[in-house]
């Protein structure tokens, strides 16, 4: 069955510096891969997509993550984080049926 | 554009008490319905799903239900609450068109069994 990991439930950073968030799926075949956003009491916003196009996808707020399948990765990155990116982040894949599989999430922390 | 509207924000309720939370969606049409439950440190749950009026998958054995009495409706019910049925519940909507995987989420309902 398709599944995520997300390692590193808390990650904090500096304000200026880069953000990482390690994604790590299985699938059995070419997957759809996504990162969604939680700020604290709201819903959740597709922050980006992979569907088997480009390995590197661009999403909105300046992040984005590379498909690597030789390390069934989909890692998440921004070059400087910015205050508003505290929130968790979720990695997850598409499952049969239209039903999304989710990891248990990386709670992000922005250190000024 | 399209929009999902969740009800009510957010509510407390004792224990063996019913529940009735309500999902629509505006701006599409036949879309597929989800309900997840996040718990605190625990992601998410899909609770159910329906690709259509009155058709509905449960994933999980559970004290809650689902109806979708219309196509853009879908509503989340318990005959008696639980104590472990807290939680943030969250409503998502994706295209029926099997190519857009993506979902999109409602804005919540904090759920507090007391």
């Known amino acids: 069955a398709q599944s995520v990991t997300q390692l590193d439930s808390h990650v904090s950073v500096s304000e200026g510096t880069p953000v990482l968030l390690r994604c790590n799926y299985s699938s059995s075949y070419s997957p759809s891969l996504f990162w969604y956003v939680q700020h604290p009491n709201k819903g959740l916003q597709l922050l980006l997509k992979y569907t088997s196009a480009a390995t590197l996808v661009k999403g909105i707020n300046g992040f984005e993550a590379e498909f690597k399948k030789s390390e069934t990765s989909f890692h998440l990155t921004k070059p400087s984080a910015h205050m508003s990116d505290a929130a968790e982040y979720f990695c997850v894949i598409r499952r049969g049926n239209n039903r999304l599989a989710f990891g248990k999430g990386n709670q992000v922390v922005v250190i000024p | 554009s399209q929009t999902i509207h969740q009800w009510p924000a957010t509510l407390v309720q004792p224990v063996g008490s019913p529940l009735s939370l309500e999902c629509t969606v505006e701006?599409?049409?036949?879309?597929?319905l989800y309900w997840y439950r996040q718990a605190a440190g625990r992601g998410l749950q899909l609770l159910f799903y329906?690709?259509?009026?009155?058709?509905i998958s449960s994933e999980v054995p559970q004290n809650l239900s689902a109806s979708r009495p219309q196509d853009r409706q879908f509503i989340l019910s318990s005959k008696k609450l639980l104590l472990s049925d807290s939680g943030f519940y969250l409503c998502a909507w994706s295209a029926a068109d099997r190519w857009n995987y993506e979902q999109y989420f409602g804005p919540g309902t904090r759920l507090t069994v007391t």
């Open positions: 329906s690709v259509g009026i009155g058709q």
């Open positions: 701006g599409t049409s036949n879309p597929n």
